[in-house]
């Protein structure tokens, strides 16, 4: 593992990669209870109102589906990146991304500057849109 660029020490980084599986197989669960779900919701419905309900409930479904396979992607290139070494490293500026802060979103792939450079520049991208 390439420890230079992380300042992450062994044990922080073995706690993250623990809580990344963790969080991995939860989303894998997840994803097949809710795909069971989807299938299961075959059922005939008899009027116009029931009709509406279940359709809406297929929609959250199938929100939350993508939701959890979006989340499931991240952790796996997060663990990716642990297994390259690049993990805990800014992809914008390669400066170290903070313990604390990958604590709190181990998928994090910049460090806090970035971060807050990056969301006021959406927010000032939308302000302008809106003039």
Same mark, same amino acid.
């Given at each position: !593992?390439?420890?230079?660029?992380?300042?992450?020490? *062994?044990? *922080? !980084?073995?706690?993250?990669?623990?809580?990344l599986e963790i969080k991995k197989e =939860?989303? $894998?669960?997840?994803?097949?209870?809710r795909l069971s779900q989807?299938?299961?919701? +075959?059922?005939?419905?008899?009027?116009?109102?029931? !009709?509406? /309900?279940?359709?809406? #409930?297929?929609?959250? !479904?199938?929100?939350?589906? =993508?939701?959890?396979?979006?989340?499931?992607?991240?952790? +796996?290139?997060?663990?990716? $990146?642990? #297994?390259? +070494?690049?993990? /805990?490293?800014?992809?914008?500026? #390669? /400066?170290?991304?903070?313990?604390? $802060? &990958?604590?709190?979103?181990?998928?994090?792939? &910049?460090?806090?500057?970035?971060? =807050? *450079?990056? *969301?006021?520049?959406?927010? =000032?991208?939308?302000?302008?849109?809106?003039?």
């Amino acid at each position: !593992m390439n420890t230079n660029c992380s300042m992450l020490t *062994e044990e *922080e !980084m073995s706690m993250i990669k623990k809580t990344l599986e963790i969080k991995k197989e =939860n989303l $894998r669960n997840n994803r097949e209870f809710r795909l069971s779900q989807i299938k299961d919701s +075959g059922e005939v419905l008899k009027d116009a109102a029931d !009709m509406a /309900g279940h359709e809406e #409930d297929l929609e959250k !479904m199938w929100f939350f589906l =993508n939701r959890d396979q979006n989340n499931e992607q991240k952790v +796996g290139e997060a663990l990716k $990146r642990i #297994d390259n +070494g690049t993990y /805990g490293t800014c992809k914008e500026c #390669d /400066g170290p991304i903070s313990f604390k $802060r &990958l604590q709190i979103d181990p998928t994090s792939e &910049l460090c806090i500057f970035c971060k =807050n *450079e990056l *969301e006021l520049e959406e927010s =000032n991208s939308r302000t302008h849109q809106l003039h």
